[in-house]
């Protein structure tokens, strides 16, 4: 069955479709579609076409299990969020002077192309044939490339992780019980919310956990009640260590079994309702190292791709025919300023430690063994394993994923604080009537 267009349109940008076809409004003469505005947002404007398109996205990826969709006005708004929330992030990042090249794009599509194990070439015959327009399609890329650096430009110098913050996580409890795999129901309340927004919200959430309890998917329920922007995935958090969890809600979730879901939770952004799908222990990490070293070298200025190619094959030669000692050639030839006054020891490491192409050399060989000139991103290598070894490195990529974690948690509520700001010092109008949001405090 041909899988739509949709799925992969989805899975690399969800928060923004642009214009592909325009509506035929009401009242129209003849077949000359036209187009209309049912958002300003700040210096922008958000089209029903935009709308239309983004919308019949979602359709398409729940064709097959359309009840899980809301009605199809709370979805309109729900998506018509995801717009508006998206230009705003690149109106941001315009006025801040990230941009995104031709080449960047290009690099996007290719990604997407193999992931969907597809040529670039097939990849917009694929796009067109859906109906939509590849050009689109490349701006709909274009824009997540730009939120993706407003991103990282917004959370960059104000994410820092100090090793007693990490000392601390590994000893909590939370830490050492493993990992959980989870979904969520946002309900959010506007930043700056009165008593009555804060009312409604609870009341939203009370019917999310009434539908659940009466049978209903959590699945479906996300899609139907959330706020989040992945609700129309779900919900689906995915697995996460205990320590990722925010802390608000970790004591609710350290008390659950697998399939419970939690009562509404107040945090900052609004009510959360967590399902713990998953729970698996964790394991002590036994990985292969590989001793070996190397001879690196670049092409630069005076020495050209091909020179740098004929040199490694020379060496090659004069350590495999001639018997060359492999260290004294690797202090005087190497290019690589961190092993070459080593005579080229790369010390023990993990196999993927120094990179894929290094990586698949690496376990290709025997001990001892010298390998042919390879080429990777920094140049030629000549390179030999001397030996390899079983090593438990749990307490190592404890301390790394623990660093991990409280980065990743601190960005994401940085970049959420964040954005909620900015929607909320943003100019939106919402021109349609239908399309607004009816809970009270909420920009129109």
Do not use: C
């Amino acid at each position: 069955m041909k899988q739509p267009l949709a799925l992969f349109l989805l899975a690399v940008a969800t928060a923004a479709v642009v214009p592909a076809h325009a509506q035929l409004l009401p009242g129209t003469q003849g077949n000359q579609p036209l187009d209309r505005i049912v958002a300003v947002v700040d210096e922008g404007v958000i089209l029903q076409s935009e709308l239309n398109d983004a919308v019949r996205s979602v359709q398409q990826q729940y064709a097959s299990q359309p009840g899980q969709l809301p009605p199809l006005d709370v979805l309109q708004r729900q998506v018509l969020d995801r717009l508006v929330l998206m230009k705003l992030q690149v109106q941001k990042a315009d006025d801040q002077g990230i941009r995104v090249s031709d080449a960047d794009v290009d690099q996007a599509v290719g990604a997407v192309a193999q992931q969907n194990k597809m040529s670039a070439d097939q990849l917009r015959a694929a796009v067109e044939q859906e109906g939509s327009s590849f050009a689109a399609f490349r701006q709909q890329l274009r824009e997540q490339l730009i939120a993706q650096r407003l991103h990282e430009s917004v959370v960059r110098d104000s994410v820092n992780v100090t090793d007693s913050e990490i000392n601390n996580l590994l000893a909590s409890p939370t830490y050492k019980a493993g990992e959980i795999h989870l979904a969520h129901i946002q309900i959010g309340v506007p930043s700056g919310g009165d008593a009555a927004a804060i009312a409604t919200a609870q009341k939203k959430a009370e019917e999310a956990i009434k539908a659940v309890q009466g049978g209903m998917d959590f699945k479906a329920a996300a899609i139907r009640f959330s706020d989040a922007q992945d609700a129309l995935e779900g919900g689906d958090l995915g697995w996460r260590r205990m320590d990722e969890v925010p802390p608000a809600f970790a004591d609710a979730v350290a008390g659950m079994k697998v399939g419970d879901v939690s009562a509404a939770l107040r945090g900052p952004t609004g009510f959360h309702i967590i399902k713990l799908m998953e729970q698996r222990a964790p394991t002590r990490q036994v990985v292969p190292e590989f001793h070996a070293r190397q001879i690196l070298i670049k092409p630069s200025e005076i020495v050209t791709p091909e020179q740098a190619r004929q040199k490694a094959e020379d060496l090659y030669n004069r350590i495999t025919n001639k018997h060359e000692d492999f260290a004294k050639l690797a202090k005087d030839e190497s290019k690589d300023n961190t092993t070459a006054n080593n005579g080229g020891d790369m010390g023990w490491f993990p196999q993927q430690a120094w990179g894929t192409t290094i990586a698949q050399q690496i376990g290709d060989l025997k001990d001892n063994e010298v390998s042919k000139p390879f080429q990777s991103e920094a140049g030629w290598h000549i390179m030999q394993r001397l030996g390899v070894r079983q090593s438990d490195l749990t307490d190592q990529i404890a301390r790394d994923q623990a660093r991990q974690a409280i980065g990743n948690r601190k960005a994401e509520q940085a970049y959420e604080d964040y954005l909620r700001e900015m929607r909320s010092n943003a100019y939106v109008n919402i021109l349609v009537p239908e399309l607004r949001d009816p809970a009270p405090g909420k920009s129109s």
